[in-house]
């Protein structure tokens, strides 16, 4: 089969199209024909083997696992002896974490990981990034925070496939929320259901007079110190990049009645991934959540890809077609 190999970390062109063996499944595992995978800011990061920590968990020197990508989805090709809640020709998707990789022409997945029909009206193409953006702000909103109707929240990084998925999602629990972008992405933002938008290059909302009861930095651009002053009274700071919020997790659980908050979603138990998940499918099923697509690349356009969601302009999701949807054209 055909897939996406990295045998070392460093920029996009280690990336590789290469024939490699289809995979056999275990008694316990599915293969999935891959229709449509996501090019995620992760997937970069986890080529590159940046933030180092996490190559405790990708290898040290050198990927473990050396084919790319996570989020996929596709239609079930082959059954190990064991399982039992899939049958060939299903249409699924999911997020291979860190086992088998998405950008291939197959993958293999167990039974019980993070795998689950797709409704028939919901595309491959959307499909593929549910595991991304609407999965991890799914954590943070409702686990993490539990989001309520009347509640303020602003979504830094707006426009990016977390932010997109952010707005809809606090804004389906009833939350009012205030975006922050780029203008050129405020029309994007305000058609997901924003209820105020800011440009970041004109206005610094850590300055406002108003205040928010969650502020949720998909991007890591600010701070929970720099946010704490806009913050209402029991508010909290949430981001997906570690970085610098590790200090201030520990300095609020001491002190003081404003959070800083993290969650590593990805490394969150299989049920506890499924029950967001499932939550985020049915929503989408049921057109109360719609997936912004930014760009789609043909599957030999994978470096051009990674080079664009590098980049750190993206709107939304980037897509890679299967390579054997590519061939059908």
């Known amino acids: 089969m055909l897939a996406a190999v990295a045998t ?45 920590i996490g190559r405790l968990f990708l290898g040290i020197l050198k990927p473990k696992n050396s084919i790319s990508g996570t989020g996929f989805a596709g239609t079930v090709q082959a059954l190990g002896s064991q399982v039992h809640a899939f049958r060939v020709g299903d249409r699924v998707f999911g997020e291979t ?48 925070v539990d989001v309520k109707s009347g509640q303020r929240v602003l979504i830094n990084g707006a426009s990016g ?14 939350a009012h929320v205030t975006g922050v972008s780029s203008a050129s992405n405020h029309d994007l933002v305000a058609s997901l259901g924003a209820n105020q938008v800011i440009d970041y290059n004109s206005v610094d909302f850590t300055q406002s007079e108003q205040n928010w009861d969650v502020i949720y930095d998909t991007v890591g651009k600010s701070s ?9 009274e029991n508010g909290k700071y949430l981001s997906p990049i570690l970085g610098g919020t590790l200090c201030s997790m520990l300095q ?24 967001l998940l499932v939550q985020v499918r049915d929503l989408r099923a049921s057109e109360e959540l719609r997936v912004f ?20 302009h993206k709107k939304g999701n980037v897509l890679l077609q299967g390579p054997s949807r590519t061939s059908r054209g």
């Open 293 to 312: 697509i930014d760009r789609q690349y043909q599957f030999d356009q994978i470096i051009e890809a990674h080079r664009y969601v590098e980049g750190g």
């Open 224 to 232: 929970f110190d720099k946010c704490k002053a806009v913050l209402s």
């Open 97 to 144: 974490i860190l086992g088998h990789g998405a950008n291939a022409e197959y993958t293999c997945v167990p039974q019980d990981g993070l795998i689950m029909h797709l409704p028939d009206n919901v595309p491959f193409t959307d499909g593929a990034t549910l595991c991304d953006g609407f999965l991890t702000s799914m954590n943070f909103l409702k686990r993490l």
């Open 161 to 174: 496939s977390l932010g997109t998925a952010a707005i809809q999602i606090a804004r389906y629990f009833g």
């Open 252 to 275: 609020t659980k001491l002190f003081g009645t404003k959070q800083a908050l993290f969650s590593a979603t990805g490394l969150l138990p299989q049920p506890v991934l499924k029950k």
């Open 8 to 52: 070392k970390y460093g920029p996009a062109d280690v990336l590789k199209l290469r024939q490699i063996a289809q995979p056999t499944p275990k008694p316990d595992e599915v293969i999935v024909r891959v229709e449509a995978s996501s090019v995620t800011a992760a997937d970069v990061m986890m080529r590159r083997g940046v933030p180092y």
